[in-house]
Structure formats: structure tokens, C-alpha cells
């Protein structure tokens, strides 16, 4: 059988020096913390003009934007960490932990609004000077709205959990921000008090649903849940491999099992078992697996794929020779050895 021709992997390893990519997130993230103070602070002074409950209850979800926006500085730098003897699989995970956290802080402050709503609700709640508050809270939603998106594009596009949900965090403070502006409209044209803590606890909801979401998508992360989106890709990549009528190529292999991969933050961790024609070398096998691994992890972008090669015995195989068990080529070497 002819040597299989596949591409090969790079020599050498990225270098640990920060890349363009992370120091790109790491201002970003830096830039985030910075308008998150001053939104922080604007909210305040809007609730303190007004007394409005809804906005108190958009102040309180902005401290936990703060206290996130800190924490992706933090899981940005780490998670870029080249990895060393004590962590072999880097230090990806920081940001799942960091992205839970910053869940249950959320879920925390969305209990604060409902509570304070509720007050509001039974001693009675007095809204004054909107048009002040009106014009703060529409700068405000226009501000959180264009960093979000912005976040969460450029989270999605590096595949960091840390950045898309300060992103998320941004964008449900735009959205509650919205619906303090529409509150605040309805009692400015109603005259009715009573609309607004109403709006802090439709706020308060929703601002619970993001958070749960957001703790959901970290836990997974750190339980090693299957990403179905990779698996389905892996799995055509390897699929590519197996024997097709008409298609006969040198990287043919016999089949595949033990499919195994998991995230480490945005670091993709890949492993499988690969058999092959049992007349192969280790040097055809250990070529073929090598070209395989490094298209598994050109596809997913940052990653590392293993594959564990073992011999075929050649029954009801469509790349072997048919073979009883008696003519199986018991002088490979793998089979030698094991032997």
C-alpha cells in the first residue's frame, strides 16, 4: 500500500508571548470596565434625581456589570496563560468559572430588584422630575446597546465565554434600560406611581432568566458537556477518512470509536481511536494520524486532537483485504509487540 500524503503539522508550537488576539480582547475588556463605571454612575445620579424604583433596580444590575467587566480583565489574562506543570491543559477554564460567577451576581441583584419592587409596591412609590431621568436613561440604553453587541460578536469570534457574557450582561442592561424608559413614559402620561415598581419587577425577571442562562451554558462548560455543533464537525472531518466506493484514497483508514472532546474555555481537547490496515507501518499510521489531528485542529480553531492508532484484523473490513483470523499479519509491529 503506497504512503498516504497528508498535510503536515507545524513544527513548532505558538509561541507563549501575548497575541495580537488577546491583547485586541484584553482592551476591550479594559475599555468595557471603564464605561461601565461611568454608566454605574450616571444610573445612580438618575435615581437619586427621579427615586425611580426601575432605575434603581438598572443601578443595581450595573454594579454587577462592573464587578464583571473586572473579573473578564482578570479571565482574559489567564485564560491566555500559556500552560505549565501544574496545569498541562492551560488555563482555559477560568473563564467558565469567572462566566458563573458573574451569573450567580446577576441572579443576586435580580432578587434586590424584586424585593425593593415589592416594598415600593405596598408603602407606595413616588417617581419625580422624569425629564431629567428620561434623558439619562435613553443615553444610557444607546451606550449598553453598542457595547453589548460588541462584546458578544467579538466573544463569539474568539470563542470566549468571559467576553460573551460581560456582552449578555451589556445587552439585558440595554434591554431592562429600555423598559425603565417605557416605565417611565407610561407614569409620565398615566400619572400613575404604581407602574413603576411593576417595571422593576418585570426588570427583575428578566434579568433572572439571563443569569440562569448564563450559569447553564458556564456549568456545562466545566462539566465537560459535548458540544453537538463540534461533534457533528469532527465526525465529518473523520467521516472523510473512512472507505467510500470510487473514492479510494491513501488516507483511507478502516474505522473509528472512542470519540471524545470537551472545551477548556475557548481551547478545544480532542481524542479518539483510529484503526487502520493492519499491513500499515507505524510510520504510515503515526503520518496519517498526525495529518488528521492538525485538520481537527485547523477546524476548531484553538485546539489539540490525539489519536490513539490501532491495527484492523482485516474481517468484514471494506479497506482490508477480507482475512481469516489465522492470515491476519501478525508481523506488524504493533501487533508484535503487543504480542
Request: charged share 15%.
Amino acid at each position: 500500500m503506497s504512503k498516504p500524503s497528508v498535510p503536515s503539522p507545524p513544527a513548532e508550537l505558538p509561541s507563549a508571548a501575548p497575541s495580537a488576539d488577546s491583547r485586541a480582547e484584553l482592551h476591550l475588556a479594559s475599555g468595557t470596565l471603564a464605561l461601565g463605571l461611568l454608566l454605574l454612575g450616571l444610573k445612580f445620579l438618575a435615581y437619586f434625581i427621579t427615586g425611580s424604583a426601575a432605575i434603581f433596580s438598572e443601578a443595581l444590575e450595573s454594579i454587577v456589570n462592573v464587578f464583571a467587566a473586572s473579573l473578564t480583565v482578570y479571565a482574559i489574562i489567564l485564560a491566555h496563560a500559556p500552560a505549565d506543570r501544574r496545569h498541562p491543559y492551560g488555563h482555559g477554564k477560568a473563564e467558565f468559572i469567572t462566566a458563573a460567577f458573574e451569573g450567580g451576581m446577576l441572579l443576586a441583584a435580580g432578587f434586590v430588584m424584586v424585593f425593593r419592587s415589592i416594598e415600593l409596591l405596598i408603602y407606595g412609590a413616588k417617581v419625580q422630575k422624569l425629564d431629567a431621568g428620561l434623558a439619562l436613561v435613553l443615553f444610557m440604553a444607546l451606550a449598553s446597546g453598542f457595547l453589548g453587541v460588541a462584546l458578544i460578536r467579538r466573544g463569539k469570534a474568539s470563542s470566549s465565554l468571559s467576553l460573551e457574557a460581560v456582552g449578555q450582561q451589556f445587552m439585558s442592561d440595554a434591554v431592562t434600560t429600555v423598559m425603565v424608559l417605557v416605565t417611565l413614559i407610561a407614569v409620565k402620561l398615566t400619572r400613575q406611581n404604581w407602574l413603576d415598581p411593576v417595571g422593576g419587577l418585570l426588570m427583575a425577571g428578566y434579568v433572572s432568566y439571563v443569569a440562569a442562562s448564563l450559569m447553564r451554558r458556564s456549568f456545562a462548560g466545566l462539566m465537560d458537556e459535548q458540544d453537538i455543533a463540534d461533534d457533528n464537525m469532527i465526525r465529518r472531518l473523520l467521516d472523510a477518512h473512512l472507505h467510500q466506493p470510487g473514492h479510494e484514497q491513501s488516507t483511507t483508514i478502516c474505522s473509528y470509536h472512542k470519540l471524545r472532546h470537551r472545551h477548556s474555555g475557548r481551547y478545544h481537547w480532542v481524542d479518539f481511536h483510529m484503526v487502520v490496515p493492519g499491513d500499515w507501518s507505524i510510520d504510515q499510521g503515526h503520518r496519517v494520524a498526525s495529518g488528521i489531528e492538525y485538520e481537527i485542529e485547523q477546524a476548531l480553531g484553538e485546539g489539540n486532537a490525539t489519536a490513539h492508532v490501532e491495527p484492523c484484523n482485516g474481517i468484514d473490513c471494506l479497506v482490508c483485504p477480507a482475512k481469516p483470523p489465522e492470515q491476519i499479519n501478525t508481523k506488524h509491529p504493533r501487533i508484535e509487540a503487543a504480542g
